[in-house]
């Protein structure tokens, strides 16, 4: 199995690449990355000489040379994960996400029709549940729940999954879907919630808060999300779109008030430090008040089931940021390129 993981380099696809490397290593694992602010290849420093694993850099939305690159290496299967992922730069900048995110996706399809063996496996769309749009306080989103995105991140993911879809209806790609709530877990960079607010409560800054800080949003560990994308990509049925979420609903300021409570003990200052740098902020435009996912077909069908508490989950999430400084202060600081020219063009 010759298998293409887009967007290896990021916060979920690192995990993923781990993943499938560790456990198949009879497959060749080939991440493409274009090594964007998201991208780190220090997120895969322990799977870098693996002999079933490789790296490549470049651009999905770069017609020719992701055509060279299908012609070439004629990959079995696509896991397609690379993406702009951050609400907020795609409000001020959305056009970055129609390249990437729907242009991209479409080059990506395009080259999977002209040069993959399509008998032998399938492509893999990682998407989020923002595409349905928001809930009010009752209700799940279900794989049959419409498309409604409010944003221009995820009006720019329900495009790509409009695409997928459409050419596995049209052309009979084989393909699966994946819609899943918010991650959170180690590599992830510090301009989500969980990460971003870690980061300044270490170094006490202000914890922008966005309106009233009720909104509420369904937390999935990311190595829990990566199982789930291996148990869809080998045993998903072809055609088919899989909810993926925690079953783990919380308001943001509830949310905070665990991380700052859990982030005061390890870093040993008294109970309510961290709570002092909370400062409510004007709110995100469109800013959607609540997303929540039923999972009951993943779970039913193929048996997958969060591994980890809310509670546990963050806790490790912590003790990682705590304990990798190093990554932290190269990813706010642009350090990382370095490591990418030591690593692979100076070689
Ligand atoms: P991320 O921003 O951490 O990583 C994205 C990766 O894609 C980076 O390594 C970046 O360098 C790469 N990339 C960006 N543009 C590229 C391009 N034009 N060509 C090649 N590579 C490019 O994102 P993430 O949070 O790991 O999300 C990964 C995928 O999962 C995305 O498709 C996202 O929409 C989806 N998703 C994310 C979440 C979440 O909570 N983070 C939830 C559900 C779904
Ligand atoms: P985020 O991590 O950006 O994920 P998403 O927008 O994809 O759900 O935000 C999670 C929630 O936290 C969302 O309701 C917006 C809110 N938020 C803040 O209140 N302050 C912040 O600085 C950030 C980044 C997010």
Known sequence: MKLLITGGAGFIGSHVVRL????????????????????NLENLKDVEDASNYRFVKGDISDLDFINKLFEKEKFNGVIHLAAESHVDRSITNPLDFVETNVIGTV?????????CDLSTGRF??????EVYGELGDEGKFTESTPYHPNSPYSASKASSDHFVRAYGTTYNLPYVISNCSNNYGSHQFPEKLIPLFIHNIKTRKPLPVYGKGENIRDWLWVNDHARAIDV????????????????????????IHLLCSQMDQKLN???GTSEQLITYVKDRAGHDFRYAIDSSKLMA?????????????????????LENKEWLDHVTSGEYQNYYNEQYVLR
């Open 269 to 271: 200052r008294p109970e």
């Open 301 to 321: 069908e193929l048996g997958w089931e969060p591994s980890v508490t809310f509670e546990e989950g963050l806790s490790k999430t912590i003790d990682w940021y």
């Open 232 to 255: 869809i990509y080998h045993n998903g049925r072809n055609g088919e779109t899989y909810n993926i979420g925690g079953n783990n609903e919380w308001k943001n300021i509830d949310l």
């Open 107 to 115: 080059n990506l399809l395009n080259a999977y029709k002209a040069y």
């Open 124 to 129: 893999y769309h990682i998407s989020t549940d």
């Open 20 to 39: 499938f490397v560790n456990k198949y290593p009879g497959y060749e694992i080939i991440n493409l990355d274009k090594l964007t602010y998201a991208g």
